[in-house]
């Protein structure tokens, strides 16, 4: 197992900057997601960690010894890409043991080691088979093995589930689960996908235009996001994020935005501009002192997705899988107070605590 640090790590390319003073400290045996949209710098971050990026300045460290000049071979890592990468006339037990060649390990050793990763890995049936006649997952989990066999200090792995379809992917999430907790070695993983991050991950680090937005456990990302882009990323539906204004209300404050008014516990200044953000398991439809105007409703199975309109704002509710609810309806609404979020004009986190209105 191995630390791994990035002290003020830049990464540019020319006049472009994919990295920004990226300052992160991964366990050892952690698994961390790096997750975030298409060109916010996670991929960039990992091939920088893997050598085959130089960092444009900063130091990245294992176990505490920088490795930002330390060649790809020598940083004791193993990396599974997107593409699995398999050679294609190589059988799966050569294609897993090919790294162990390369090192000059005799073939006794290197076949009673690929017995052992084919049999963590359930592959054992197929070791004389080439990658043409595996399916996606088997293709996989055979990429992985070849990084397994190497018992490195630390695993990179690269959106390594984005080419398989929906089932697959639930089932390799639920075996990485599995192989990381057996193995208990460091696992950086990049993705863009937030349920492979929430579900696998022991904290996940989202980054958003090469910088650090929150590096937090995936509790902490969903239920405390730093600023509104990690509130507006992390989620499924999204959180609904409405614009107002604090005002002087009675003795204190109150959010508000057009005739939608949520009384301010503590905390905040009158006639600040504020984002009110609330997640749709948080709006109860049906009861509350607010009305909103159903516009569609999703059926899942397991649940209704409902949007509603509420003071010119589209809002998106979960509702019970057997509600009655009907587009055109208008239905009162209640938010759960303690559980809302409110961000400054420049999309900071505030500290505002709010009390339930109404009675509701």
């Given at each position: ?21 990226l300052d992160l400290a ?279 997705i409902v949007m509603a ?52």
């Amino acid at each position: 197992m191995a630390e791994v640090t990035f002290d003020k790590v830049r990464k540019a390319f020319g006049s472009a900057v994919a990295v920004r003073e990226l300052d992160l400290a991964i366990r050892s045996g952690e698994f961390v997601s790096l997750l975030g949209p298409s060109g916010c710098g996670k991929t960039t971050t990992l091939r920088m960690l893997a050598g085959l990026e130089t960092p444009t300045s900063g130091a990245i460290s294992i176990d505490g010894t920088v490795v930002n000049e330390l060649a790809p071979a020598k940083r004791d890592i193993a990396m599974v890409f997107q593409s699995y990468a398999l050679y294609p006339h190589m059988s799966v037990a050569q294609n897993i043991a090919y790294p162990l060649k390369k090192r000059g390990v005799s073939r006794a050793d290197r076949d009673v080691r690929v017995a052992a990763v084919a049999a963590t890995l359930q592959l054992g049936a197929l070791l004389d088979r080439k990658p043409r006649q595996l399916s996606g997952g088997q293709q996989q989990r055979v990429a992985l093995g070849r990084a397994l066999v190497r018992d490195p200090r630390v695993f990179l792995l690269d959106e390594p589930l984005s080419n398989l379809d929906a089932k697959l992917r639930a089932h390799m999430r639920a075996e990485l689960i599995e192989l990381h907790r057996r193995i208990g070695k460091t696992m950086v993983y990049v993705t863009h996908d937030q349920l492979e991050a929430m579900t696998m991950s022991d904290r996940i680090a989202v980054m958003h235009d090469g910088v650090l937005q929150q590096f937090g456990t995936p509790k902490e990302v969903y239920e405390t996001p730093a600023n509104l882009f990690v509130a507006s990323f992390i989620g499924s539906p999204g959180m609904n994020l409405v614009k107002g204004e604090l005002r002087a209300a009675g003795s204190g404050l109150a959010f508000v935005r057009g005739d939608l008014s949520l009384p301010v516990a503590n905390g905040g200044t009158a006639g600040a501009a504020v984002t009110l953000g609330v997640r749709p398991e948080d709006i109860t439809l049906g009861a509350g002192p607010f009305a909103c105007t159903i516009r569609v409703v999703e059926p899942t199975g397991h649940e209704t997705i409902v949007m509603a309109e509420a003071a010119g704002e589209t809002l998106v509710a979960r509702a019970a899988p057997d509600s009655q609810l009907v587009p055109g309806q208008v239905v009162p609404f209640a938010v759960r107070a303690q559980r809302l979020h409110a961000f400054d004009a420049d999309g900071r986190r505030l500290p505002l605590v709010f009390a339930q209105s109404n009675g509701a």
